[in-house]
């Protein structure tokens, strides 16, 4: 009999809809419809009845509603805390025009109930597994493992990919929230079937807020998280899962927070948007029908010191910007269309090119007393101190080259089938006892990293989990980082035969360290098998399987009630 990774190397779990033109032998992502590509769009991989497939700009825009802590307080030593609770459970979602789909979600919908968080306050997640011992799409247990990517948190609540919280069992992971104001999101993490889980609904944004984010930029009304994904659906609207021999899965529905294509109805302000790609494999190229300018005012680990205009910018999956756009020119009745130009190697249908629509309406007072637009668009942003001044942190876009005391390269590339990093996969890391590592820099060191995509017609946005990086140079671009990327960032869009390198010091806030892992993104070739690790000081200080592993659910559903935020009217 074979074994679990054996029969997933050999795509046995899972796929039932294939997408055509692939051309692997020649390390090209369906060399088909990708950025200036010419000729028709390939066939639908949804298999759908026409009239059951969803049109662009017919839905209604939503936001994913906000999570009430059940408790709140303060420590013995006089820091806040808030205590909220989640459960991992099957819902159903309206995707198609006719029959629903079945998803694992948090709370049972997605994207999964948003969290925001005030800088400084201690939480407490409460993650209960209440899904069906079988997976949505694969034949395993349905085992998940929850990351707040973004976080600097202790190794046994970072989302290690061999911690896994069994159906019936559940986990209190502990978020320090020390770090400056950022958007983080938190989704599965289970080694092996993290595109699935992803794939499946597994997926929600997580904010953390301060006064300076605040009186700096949007908030509110005008403050909207925007993730965006994509799908393909069986003929019975349930979802359909093919990666392709682990090259990845392109779907033909994208969505934004649930919705395929939705119109959002916007007042003559100035929005920010918080964009997450929460695709496990397409990156996106976003751009607006007017050739207006997007401003980047904040990167995947907090707000830029220079905001940069922008007519597009290039984004993969798990990397998040925030942008500004002024709809103060636009009179009501006016729409704009975001769209997606795409990058190389995407595999792109009729309506991928499209992603939601914004359509002016007459201003009015916001429903909400904590709404707030800015008058005018900012030219610099004050991040504030490095809130762990006081134990050695730096600044992540003051480091300099000089300040490295080592510099490595991972070179990322495909062999005998798998995806590796320096010739290395997660099986070594586990064959190892989970001690081989790939480097072991001590707390507050640090170094310089430069991410080599030696696989050819492939991209990949590559995540170092704990540090907030600082790209200082490209092979491309004049050498220079890309104009939206001038901001801390944990997830590094490596283009085909592009090499990024980066500067990160190794910050663990007021405890020791210990294991972290370093994958890509594009979910698929984490799973198969792109994932290694590196360890802050001593390999043993907070084991991330054993120090704090998974009990068994013990109260009933409903014991910790969710409740939410009261939402904004529909379409806003």
């Known amino acids: 009999m074979k074994s679990r990774r054996e029969a997933l190397k050999l795509g046995l779990l899972g796929g039932v809809v294939a997408v055509t033109g692939l051309q692997q032998g020649a390390g090209l992502v369906g060399g088909v419809h990708a950025e200036g590509a010419e000729g028709p769009a390939p066939a639908s991989p949804s298999t759908l009845a026409a009239n059951n497939m969803p049109v662009p700009y017919r839905a209604v825009f939503k936001r994913p509603p906000e999570l009430v802590p059940y408790e709140t307080g303060l420590d013995p030593d006089g820091q806040p805390f808030a205590r909220y609770s989640l459960s991992q459970r099957l819902g159903q979602a309206q995707i198609a025009s006719g029959p629903s789909t079945t998803l694992a979600g948090y709370n049972g919908i997605f994207p999964g109930p948003s969290i925001q968080v005030q800088q400084g306050t201690r ?53 320090p929230n020390w770090q400056a104001a950022r958007t983080l999101w938190y989704h599965d993490h289970n080694h092996m079937l993290t595109a699935q889980g992803v794939y499946s609904g597994l997926a929600a944004l997580y904010t953390i807020t301060n006064s300076l984010e605040r009186e700096q930029l949007p908030q509110g009304e005008f403050d909207v998280p925007i993730l965006v994904s994509d799908v393909m659906l069986n003929a019975d609207g349930s979802l359909g899962y093919n990666d392709n021999g682990h090259a990845g899965l392109w779907g033909d529905i994208i969505m934004v927070n649930g919705v395929p294509w939705p119109t959002m109805k916007v007042k003559p302000r100035i929005y920010r948007f918080r964009f997450l790609v929460g695709s496990i494999t397409r990156s996106y190229r976003f751009s607006l029908s007017t050739g207006d300018p997007f401003y980047v005012v904040g990167t995947d680990a907090g707000m830029t010191p220079t905001v940069q205009a922008v007519s597009s910018w290039r984004q993969g999956t798990a990397e998040r910007y925030e942008v500004l756009i002024d709809f103060r020119k636009y009179k009501p009745g006016q729409s ?167 500067l990160m010091q190794f910050d663990t806030g007021k405890h020791e360290g210990g ?58």
Request: aromatic letters at 8%; hydrophobic letters at 30%; glycine letters at 8%.
């Open 123 to 175: 939480t407490e997640v409460r993650i209960s597994n209440r899904l069906p011992a079988q997976g949505l799409l694969y034949s395993d247990p349905f085992n998940t493992v929850t990351h707040l990517h973004g976080s600097a948190s202790l190794p046994q609540y970072d989302g290690y990919a061999n911690d896994r919280t069994a159906p019936g069992r559940i986990k209190n992971y502990h978020y």
């Open 336 to 502: 704009v269309e975001l769209r997606n130009l795409s990058n190389k190697n995407n595999v792109n249908f009729a309506n991928t090119g499209k992603v939601m629509k914004f359509e002016v309406v007459a201003d009015a007072p916001s429903p909400r007393p904590e709404s707030r637009s800015i008058t005018s668009i900012p030219t610099t942003l004050d991040p504030g101190e490095h809130p762990t001044k006081a134990e050695g942190g730096l600044d992540t876009m003051s480091l300099t080259p000089d300040m490295a005391v080592a510099r490595r390269t991972l070179r990322v590339r495909r062999e005998g089938g798998e995806w590796t990093i320096n010739g290395d996969t997660w099986d070594d890391v586990e064959k190892s006892g989970f001690r081989k590592c790939f480097a072991n820099p001590q707390r507050n060191q640090v170094e310089e990293w430069t991410i080599v995509n030696e696989s050819g017609g492939w991209f990949h946005p590559v995540h170092i989990h704990l540090i907030d990086g600082k790209i200082i140079g490209r092979n491309t671009n004049g050498g220079k980082p890309f104009a939206w990327e001038n901001g801390p960032k944990d997830v590094f869009y490596a283009g085909e035969n592009e090499a990024v390198t980066v």
């Open 515 to 572: 294991r972290y892992m370093v994958h890509c993104h594009n979910l698929v070739h984490e799973d198969h098998d792109m994932m290694v690790q590196f360890a802050v000081g001593d390999l043993e200080n907070n084991d991330p399987i054993t120090s704090d592993a998974p009990v068994v659910e013990n109260t009933p559903e409903g014991a910790f009630a969710s409740t939410y935020k009261p939402s904004y009217p529909a379409g806003t």
